[in-house]
């Protein structure tokens, strides 16, 4: 298995005890937020490093390569590729729909007295709606002038 694979389960592990030490030394209203980015962090982190070492044991470098060639197949298949696209295609414009929704109900809401400060979340949901337009747009565009 690759070193990259054991590096990056050493910083997340890293990341996490960070993450402990600040909610153990800091007292303040993100205590929960801070242990949870801990978990967050450690409970991936150690899975990486012992699944490197269990791939890099000797009696499962076979069965390690064999997995590797199966998943290089199934990354590169064509229909597996087109089936990504579509579904990416499906998950942006179910994206757009759902912040459309959104910032008209969260509008309604807020007129109708149920949201106060409700002029916040519409004007950064409206925003974040631009932005996946405009990412969008790029992206197309950009990839457009890549394989023309």
């Given at each position: 298995?690759?070193?990259?694979?054991?590096?990056?389960?050493?910083?997340?592990?890293?990341?996490?005890?960070?993450?402990?030490?600040?909610?153990?030394?800091?007292?303040?209203?993100?205590?929960?937020?801070?242990?949870?980015?801990?978990?967050?962090?450690?409970?991936?982190?150690?899975?990486?490093?012992?699944?490197?070492?269990?791939?890099?044991?000797?009696?499962?470098a076979?069965?390690?390569?064999?997995?590797?060639?199966?998943?290089?197949?199934?990354?590169?298949?064509?229909?597996?590729?087109?089936l990504?696209?579509?579904?990416?295609?499906?998950?942006?414009?179910?994206?757009?729909?759902?912040?459309?929704?959104?910032v008209?109900?969260?509008?309604?809401?807020?007129?109708?007295?149920?949201?106060?400060?409700?002029?916040?979340?519409?004007?950064?949901?409206?925003?974040?709606?631009?932005?996946?337009?405009?990412?969008?747009?790029?992206?197309?565009?950009?990839?457009?002038?890549?394989?023309?």
């Open positions: 298995m690759e070193k990259n694979y054991l590096n990056r389960g050493i910083i997340c592990v890293l990341v996490g005890i960070c993450f402990i030490l600040a909610a153990v030394f800091t007292e303040s209203a993100l205590d929960g937020l801070l242990w949870g980015l801990a978990g967050g962090a450690l409970g991936p982190g150690i899975g990486m490093i012992i699944m490197h070492f269990y791939w890099s044991m000797p009696q499962n076979e069965r390690f390569k064999e997995k590797q060639e199966q998943k290089e197949i199934e990354v590169h298949d064509e229909l597996n590729e087109k990504r696209n579509k579904s990416g295609r499906i998950a942006y414009l179910i994206g757009l729909s759902v912040i459309c929704a959104s008209v109900v969260f509008a309604i809401l807020g007129k109708m007295g149920v949201i106060t400060d409700y002029k916040v979340i519409v004007l950064y949901l409206y925003g974040l709606m631009v932005f996946q337009i405009a990412a969008g747009v790029v992206a197309y565009t950009y990839l457009r002038k890549k394989f023309l």
